[in-house]
């Protein structure tokens, strides 16, 4: 296994690779990390499907890939991850194509904003970045079953750590909202579904879920000096922080190329065959109990029997039932 760390970069962990005829698809492609990995994907020769809810957003994206690589094979596709329908009328244009899909990126995502309802009633943040991605990546799951060496990568997140997911009151609609607790529960939602995605299909695709680091990026902006303040007496707080981070509060911050960078390997490398499932952080497989801020996770994100009922939770919110070993 090569020697990654909180530094390696998109570019590092592509090197050698040629991609041609591979196909990835990101959700979130248009800003952000989102952005970069399809940027660097394309870059290594991959077709990117790169994926959001705003077309004119999406279309800038796009163009800033294309305006340094013009020979990027890139594709645009819509849906609102806060509306099932528009993820079931996206995948079902997409599956009518007969196309398959290598790899899909499970990257869109918001953070801490103000309580709201996605169109189908589900807390926006659990709501947008699971519940969104659940019924996206079961619907496509036939062209992902169909793709080559297929793989499922979800983007969770340091966050899981303010909270497991609540399976009895996922809306907030008898506990008080809390913007960081609501984030938590939807990054640790995130890493559920992973692991049940490899108990049903294990056989057959790889999943993987990814803390991607601390990134400046578009999906800060729902702070408030409050919820920034808050953040950093979790952090100091948090029994698995570093002893700089307890003293202070401080993140350590990463440039876009190296917050990209474990995503895209998840996505490409073939160090992690025997890790199926892993929690992956700084492009190294997850320690548990390690700090968050790195790649330390929180055992209760480990749960059988949690993974089970959140995917029925899920099939319950979406409406609908899908196959694989139950
Ligand atoms: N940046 C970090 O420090 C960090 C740390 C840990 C985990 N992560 C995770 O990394 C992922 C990428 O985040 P980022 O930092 O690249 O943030 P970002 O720049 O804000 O990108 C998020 C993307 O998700 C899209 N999105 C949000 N709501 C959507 C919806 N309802 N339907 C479809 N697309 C939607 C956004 O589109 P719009 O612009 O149209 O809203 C945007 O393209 C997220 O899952 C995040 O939780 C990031």
Same mark, same amino acid.
């Given at each position: 296994m090569a020697a990654y760390g909180s530094d390696t970069t998109t570019e590092e962990v592509l090197r050698g690779h040629d991609l041609t005829g591979r196909h990835f698809m990101i959700t979130g492609a248009s800003s952000g990390l989102g952005e970069e990995s399809s940027r660097a994907l394309a870059q290594a020769g991959a077709t990117v499907t790169m994926m959001a809810r705003n077309p004119q957003k999406l279309e800038n994206a796009i163009e800033r890939i294309r305006s340094a690589n013009p020979s990027a094979?890139?594709?645009?596709?819509? !849906?609102?991850?806060?509306?099932?329908? %528009?993820?079931?009328?996206? !995948?079902?244009?997409?599956?009518?194509?007969?196309?398959?899909?290598?790899?899909?990126?499970?990257? !869109?995502?918001? &953070?801490?904003?103000?309580?709201?309802?996605?169109?189908?009633?589900?807390?926006?943040?659990?709501?947008?970045?699971?519940?969104?991605?659940?019924?996206?990546? /079961?619907?496509? &799951?036939?062209?992902?079953?169909?793709?080559?060496?297929?793989?499922?990568? /979800?983007?969770? %997140?340091?966050?899981?750590?303010?909270?497991?997911?609540?399976? /009895?009151?996922?809306?907030?609609?008898?506990?008080?909202?809390?913007?960081?607790?609501?984030?938590?529960?939807?990054?640790? !939602?995130?890493?559920?579904?992973?692991?049940?995605?490899?108990?049903r299909y294990g056989d057959h695709i790889q999943s993987f879920a990814v803390h991607p680091g601390v990134i400046l990026t578009d999906l800060g902006r729902h702070l408030t000096p409050e919820l920034m303040n808050e953040m950093t007496e979790r952090v100091k707080s948090r029994s698995t922080s570093s002893s700089e981070a307890k003293e202070s509060g401080a993140l350590p911050f990463k440039s876009i190329q190296a917050g990209a960078a474990t995503q895209v390997w998840a996505a490409i490398t073939n160090d992690l065959k025997d890790k199926n499932g892993a929690y992956l952080g700084d492009c190294q497989v997850g320690i548990e109990g390690g700090n968050p801020s790195e790649s330390g996770y929180l055992p209760y994100i480990f749960n059988t029997e949690t993974a089970k009922a959140l995917w029925s939770l899920s099939e319950n919110l979406v409406n609908q039932r899908f196959s694989g070993t139950d």
């Open positions: 094979q890139l594709n645009a596709g819509i !849906a609102d991850l806060s509306d099932q329908k %528009s993820i079931r009328n996206y !995948a079902e244009g997409f599956l009518s194509t007969g196309s398959t899909v290598d790899v899909l990126i499970n990257n !869109a995502g918001v &953070m801490v904003c103000p309580f709201s309802k996605t169109v189908d009633g589900i807390e926006m943040q659990f709501g947008t970045n699971h519940i969104g991605h659940f019924l996206l990546t /079961n619907l496509l &799951m036939p062209a992902i079953l169909a793709g080559d060496n297929p793989r499922v990568i /979800n983007l969770s %997140s340091a966050g899981h750590t303010h909270s497991d997911v609540n399976l /009895n009151d996922p809306n907030f609609d008898e506990s008080k909202y809390n913007a960081w607790e609501s984030y938590g529960r939807s990054k640790s !939602a995130n890493i559920h579904f992973t692991q049940e995605i490899v108990r």
